[in-house]
């Protein structure tokens, strides 16, 4: 059972970037998907976050919201966090995790925005 983050990358401020959280082990679809981000020297917090059953519902930090979109596909068991408009303070490591039952965290994935 597990939620792997990917998609990470060096970009320039205003670049884009689109993350994948795939998800194996269990009946993806029964769970609301919550991506954090934790920048360095700061604690983990949470970025967007996707409601289960077809993900009806979507919530996004004031920070990132416009910018940012969650969706999910269910056939491919994985979430998506399409980042556009990239700042220098959107530099951190990317989680994804289930905000009940939360798995393990993985090593998350790397976004650097600089010049």
Known sequence: VQLQASG???VH???SLRLS???SGFVFDY???VWFRQAP???REGVSCISSSGGSTTYYADSVKGRFTISRDVSKNTVFLQM???KPEDTAIYYCNRPISTLPWGQGTQVTVSS
């Open 41 to 43: 020297g700061k604690e």
């Open 31 to 33: 769970y609301t998907i």
């Open 13 to 15: 401020p205003g670049g």
């Open 21 to 23: 959280c795939a998800a």
């Open 8 to 10: 990470g990358g060096s």
């Open 84 to 86: 556009n408009s990239l």
